[in-house]
Structure formats: structure tokens, C-alpha cells
């Protein structure tokens, strides 16, 4: 972002103003991180992330893989937390408009979340992920065009002195879309709920299927 407030455009800040008055989810961590600086003249950037807290911590267990994580801390006097999901969330702006968002805002966001081992050839997964995103966004009534996406499952094994890690399955969702006004505050809700709903947090979405649990950790 430029240094000075004077030279940001008014529908640039105005965006900025309604991502303040987001109401993201309590389990969410939100903080601003800094923002890529070619993809646009202006920009900003949100990071995110999801933890199930160790024992003692008096957090409420919720279901899937926030509870498998809880319940593996409960035997272990581990009081880390436990990663479920991460995230990030960019918003672009140019005022002369770009052909390609067809648009003056894009919105660009990262997801990803670790799974069963097993679960990653279910052949679903990326279909699924991509259905969170738009039901999401229909759900927050957050109007926008020219989505796309792609959603990757990631292969993690380990060899020679990790060798007794166990495998992992992340699965990532990258998408962008272009939101109807510089009013975005309901684009962040909802991406919000859609890192919650990849850690497998409750309340999920009327009509939204959740993804394979995350296996324990070790």
C-alpha cells in the first residue's frame, strides 16, 4: 500500500473501511500481513489461521478434525496448539480497471488444510472445495463475477531421519473472484467461514458436506 493516505483512491479506502466492519468467526486468528506489490497499484492482505488449543486452554472441543486434535491432546501433556487451517485473503484494486477482472477490485484468497492420508484420492475433494467457495459467497449475499479456481492435493512423505513421520494429505484451494462494489465485507465473512469449514469447524453451511477429517497428529 502507498505510504500516504492522501494518494489512495476513495473507493480504495471505502473497501478498506467495510473489511473492518467484517464479522469473521471468533475461532479465526485475522492479522494483516504485508501485501503483494505488483499484482496491483493498491492492495491489501489478511492472513488467517485456525488452531485447536491444548489442554487447560478451557476451549470447547468442536466436531471433526478440531476435536481428533483435542482429543490427541488430551493424553499427551503437549499444551501446543495444533494447526487446522491457514489462509490468506488479498484484496486489489486499480482504478483504471483491468479487462481480466473485469472490474476495479479482485479478490484474490489461499486455503489450505491437512486430511486423512487415505481421503486424498477421493476424487471429490477439489469439487467440494470449490462448491464451499460459492455457497459461501451466496450465503453471505456477497454479489461477484469471473470466479475461478483451482484446488491441489499435496503429497507430503518423509524419508532418511523422518522417516517415522507418518504421510500427510493438504489440500489447497486458490481462487479469485471480481466482488459487484468496493463494499467487501461480506466477501471476507465469507471466506472466513470457508477456512473455518476446511478445519472442520461447526456450524457448517445448510446443504455443505464436510471434507475427510484430518488425521491425528502423532
Request: overall charge negative.
Amino acid at each position: 500500500m502507498v505510504n500516504s493516505l492522501a494518494q489512495v483512491p476513495p473507493e480504495f479506502l471505502h473497501a478498506l473501511g467495510t473489511l473492518r466492519k467484517a464479522n469473521c468467526r471468533g475461532e479465526l486468528r485475522l492479522a494483516e500481513i504485508p501485501a503483494p506489490a505488483r499484482l496491483a497499484p493498491y492492495a491489501v492482505a489478511l492472513g488467517a489461521e485456525v488452531m485447536a488449543h491444548g489442554p487447560g486452554t478451557g476451549t470447547t472441543p468442536a466436531h471433526g478434525p478440531a476435536a481428533m486434535a483435542l482429543a490427541a491432546a488430551a493424553g499427551t501433556e503437549d499444551d501446543e496448539d495444533t494447526e487446522l487451517a491457514t489462509g490468506r485473503f488479498i484484496l486489489l484494486h486499480d482504478p483504471e480497471g483491468s479487462a481480466v477482472w473485469d472490474g476495479e477490485f479482485r479478490i484474490v484468497t489461499y486455503i489450505r488444510a491437512q486430511l486423512e492420508p487415505e481421503m486424498g484420492n477421493d476424487e471429490m475433494l477439489g469439487s467440494v472445495a470449490w462448491t464451499w467457495l460459492v455457497e459461501a459467497l451466496e450465503n453471505h449475499k456477497a454479489p461477484y463475477r469471473a470466479a475461478g479456481g483451482t484446488a491441489t492435493r499435496v503429497l507430503s512423505e518423509s524419508f532418511g531421519t523422518l522417516s517415522d513421520r507418518p504421510g500427510s494429505i493438504d489440500i489447497e484451494l486458490r481462487a479469485s473472484w471480481t466482488p459487484a462494489s468496493s463494499d467487501v465485507a461480506a466477501h471476507l465473512e465469507a471466506w472466513s467461514d470457508m477456512v473455518c469449514t476446511f478445519a472442520g469447524l461447526p456450524p457448517l453451511p445448510d446443504g455443505v458436506s464436510a471434507l475427510p477429517r484430518r488425521r491425528n497428529q502423532p
